[in-house]
């Protein structure tokens, strides 16, 4: 059975430019959570999406923004790009709330 | 705002020697969990606790669900250098369960031949 797959695994952008990442869930998963990973605020949640609907949200400004589509792929794409946006992005899939949360191996995104 | 306090942040051990980190919040989570992490991968889940006082074994790792589900602890005994990583307990808050996780501060392990 296939794992959380993250496309790219690395990337380079400009302060400024926009981003897409993306994510396919284990074949099955319905639920799909994005986080961003840094040194110094570590995991912190950006949103979760059930059933191509935004389910929960964390405290991120309105640059960052999802969606999901109805084969439970799911997209995260930031806007404006900061340098304090340069982060390890990661999703996690579940079944659904009540199940286990599987990551992904996450996307690099450094921006310069 | 529910937040989970690891601790050590850091730690530096021989190999064969035993550690415990612990993972406490004054929040009350309806399960937790614990992953370790590689450098550049994603955390890989080891174990889920969900019951108050519930004890967990794995092979050499022993974790432990607080009474009152606001703490957790994960103890490894004989530590070897594959167990070095950086170490997460995440809570699953009531409501929003595993979808909304809230991770701990991490604790880092290097354990040397």
């Known amino acids: 059975k296939a794992g959380v797959t993250q496309t790219p695994r690395y990337l380079i952008k400009t302060r400024g430019q926009q981003v897409t990442l993306s994510c396919s869930p284990i074949?099955?998963?319905?639920?799909v959570s994005w986080y961003q990973q840094t040194p110094g605020q570590g995991l912190q949640f950006l949103f979760e999406?059930?059933?191509?609907?935004?389910?929960n949200k964390g405290n991120f400004p309105g640059r960052f923004s999802g969606r999901q589509f109805s084969n439970s792929r799911s997209e995260m794409n930031v806007s404006t790009l900061e340098l304090g946006d340069s982060a390890l992005y990661l999703c996690?899939?579940?079944?659904?709330?009540?199940?286990?949360?599987?990551f992904g191996q996450g996307t690099r995104l450094t921006v310069v | 705002t529910q937040l989970l306090e690891q601790s050590p942040q850091f730690l530096s051990i021989q190999e064969g020697e035993n550690l415990t980190v612990y993972c406490n919040s004054s929040?009350?989570?309806?399960?937790l969990q614990w992953y370790r992490q590689e450098p550049g991968e994603g955390p890989v889940l080891l174990v889920t606790?969900?019951?108050?006082?519930e004890v967990k074994k794995l092979k050499r790792l022993t974790f432990q669900f607080g009474d009152a589900r606001k703490d957790s602890s994960l103890h490894i005994t004989a530590a070897q250098p594959g167990d070095t990583g950086l170490y997460l307990c995440?809570?699953?808050?009531?409501?929003?369960?595993?979808?909304?996780?809230?991770f701990g501060t991490g604790t880092r392990l290097l354990v040397s031949p």
């Open positions: 996690a899939s579940s079944w659904d709330k009540n199940t286990e949360a599987f």
């Open positions: 074949s099955g998963h319905r639920s």
């Open positions: 999406y059930f059933s191509e609907t935004q389910r």
């Open positions: 929040s009350v989570f309806s399960s």
């Open positions: 606790v969900v019951t108050g006082g």
């Open positions: 995440a809570g699953a808050p009531r409501g929003t369960g595993f979808q909304k996780l809230v």
